[in-house]
């Protein structure tokens, strides 16, 4: 019979987009705490140098095999690497064939998944009006934003269902877009909206076996994307203005306590930002 695994059981996590920004600084926590982690993104060599973050001697296996005995070097897999309490795929969150195979190697290498954060986005062309952005920017913020979160939490759904103990956690990489949008921002708003509703739906959904679902919804922390909003970031009355923004380690501790608390507590909604950045009186 199936039965609730407690975060202090087990800690196999999958972070999304892990090679940069506030994945790379969650993926980091998280192995620092003692979690063994599959980091997914586009790109090996970020990857891998998000691995090489990790604390000295972390390691959360016995070794390169999977539960099969099958090695999964890197050397042998294309796409994939190992290092320690750490596994590296390459991953086009929005190509269902690309997280089937994120989910299968997560699998073989620590036997179950714990923990999805989902955090994979992009923000597509900024300072593009409605009126002149090509659908095809359109559509690649789409894909990514929301049909990658899908894909990663069905994925992430179907193992934590039928493995034994049963359930885990997903949390989901919101905005303060979800919220309340920025100018000219109408494709990563929509996304960021629709991922609120996509939380609410996985999170009911996921009660009859074990899987919790949350969202936290960052404003402002400090990684490559937030870097000009320092200098100036146009504002809803046209003017534009300098931005404070908050060490992004604090968003990574954030998750962090939302993903050890046990199955049966749950944080929703999570809102952390700048304190003094505009967004309560936004508009």
């Not at 009126?131 to 069905?154: I, K, M, S």
Request: glycine letters at 12%.
């Amino acid at each position: 019979m199936n039965a609730m695994r407690t975060a202090k059981d087990s800690r196999i996590a999958v972070v999304t987009g892990a090679g940069s920004g506030i994945g790379r600084a969650v993926a980091v926590e998280l192995l620092r705490a003692g979690w063994s982690v599959a980091l997914a993104g586009r790109r090996m060599e970020t990857l891998e140098g998000t691995a090489a973050l990790a604390p000295e001697g972390a390691d959360g296996t016995d070794g390169t095999h999977g539960t099969d005995g099958a090695s999964i070097t890197g050397s042998s897999i294309t796409g994939v690497s190992i290092s320690g309490a750490s596994i590296a795929v390459r991953t086009d969150v929005s190509q269902p064939e690309d997280v089937a195979a994120l989910f299968a190697a997560t699998a073989d290498r620590f036997g179950r998944v714990d923990l999805l954060f989902n955090n994979a986005g992009t923000f597509g062309p900024g300072g593009v009006p409605v009126e002149e952005l090509p659908y095809d920017a359109w559509r690649h913020v789409v894909d990514t934003n929301l049909n990658g979160a899908f894909l990663c939490a069905q994925a992430a759904y179907r193992q934590m269902k039928e493995q034994d103990p049963r359930g885990g956690r997903i949390i989901n990489n919101g905005s303060i877009s979800a919220h309340t949008p920025r100018p000219h921002s109408v494709a990563y708003t929509a996304t960021k909206h629709a991922l609120t509703g996509l939380t609410k739906a996985l999170s009911l959904d996921g009660r009859p076996y074990g899987i919790a679902v949350g969202q936290i919804d960052i404003g402002n922390a400090a990684t490559d994307m937030t870097d000009r909003m320092r200098t100036g970031a146009l504002q809803a009355n046209g003017e534009m203005a300098p931005e404070p923004v908050m060490d992004v380690a604090d968003v990574a501790r954030t998750v962090r306590h939302m993903a050890e608390l046990p199955l049966e507590a749950n944080v929703q909604f999570a809102t952390v930002l700048a304190t003094t950045m505009p967004y309560v009186g936004r508009g």
